[in-house]
């Protein structure tokens, strides 16, 4: 069961003051316990009204459906995970054990030469092919999206239309021929006692 969370203030949360009910040296203290009360009630509510009158200042401008070029993340490229497969540093790759270890400088230089030859050779060939790619894979799914939007959907709606009716008129058959026979049955068969008698 999840764990609810009592925000100060709430109805709910009725042992939210860690103020003593009864003051222990009496009414001088419980005076001023009620004070600061009222003073904690008066900033309290103070705060609230400054809240509300910032959110109203603050106007979020509504969301456009679609992607924001102003808002595309520059370094995390792959938010939803999707080529994790091919997420692969050097040391993914390449591995000395403990007891094969070459020259550590060979191994800087290997480290240095495969990260950056892997990165620059990526970078040019997506230069070359990224930008006729994305206009071919925009292509594809939008006329992937028309068909599943103008086509497919109508289609199976149709369909499922058609075997509502089907349904209907099946479960009115079965009610009308079966549905009689089988009460008949388990009212007959249904008054049948078996006894283990032994003999």
């Known amino acids: 069961m999840p764990k609810v969370l009592l925000k100060p203030g709430s109805e709910h949360n ?5 103020m003593p009910l009864l003051p222990e040296d009496g009414t001088e ?3 001023k316990c009620g004070e600061t009360f009222e003073n904690e009630l008066e900033e309290k509510k103070d705060e609230s009204t400054e809240k509300k009158k910032k959110d109203k200042k603050l106007k979020v401008p509504k969301e456009k459906p679609g992607y924001d070029h102003d808002n595309l993340d520059m370094t995390l490229r792959d938010s939803k995970g999707i080529n ?4 692969l540093d050097f040391d993914d790759i390449l591995a000395e054990p403990s007891t094969a270890h070459g020259f550590d ?3 800087r230089l290997s480290f240095v030469l495969f990260t950056q030859i892997r990165r620059w050779i990526y970078r040019i060939i997506a230069a070359f092919i990224a930008v006729p790619l994305s ?3 925009a292509v594809i799914f939008s006329l992937l999206s028309v068909i599943l939007v103008w086509v497919v959907r109508p289609v199976i709606r149709i369909v499922q ?3 509502a009716v089907f349904k ?3 479960v009115s058959f079965l009610q009308a021929t079966l549905e009689p026979l089988c009460a008949t049955a388990g009212a007959l068969f ?9 003999v």
């Open 168 to 170: 209907e008129l099946w």
């Open 135 to 137: 206009i071919i894979w």
């Open 190 to 198: 249904g008054r049948v006692k078996v006894s283990n008698n032994l």
């Open 161 to 163: 239309l058609f075997l």
């Open 105 to 107: 400088p060979i191994w």
């Open 84 to 87: 994790r497969d091919i997420d």
């Open 14 to 18: 009725l042992n939210e003051s860690n």
């Open 29 to 31: 203290k419980a005076e």
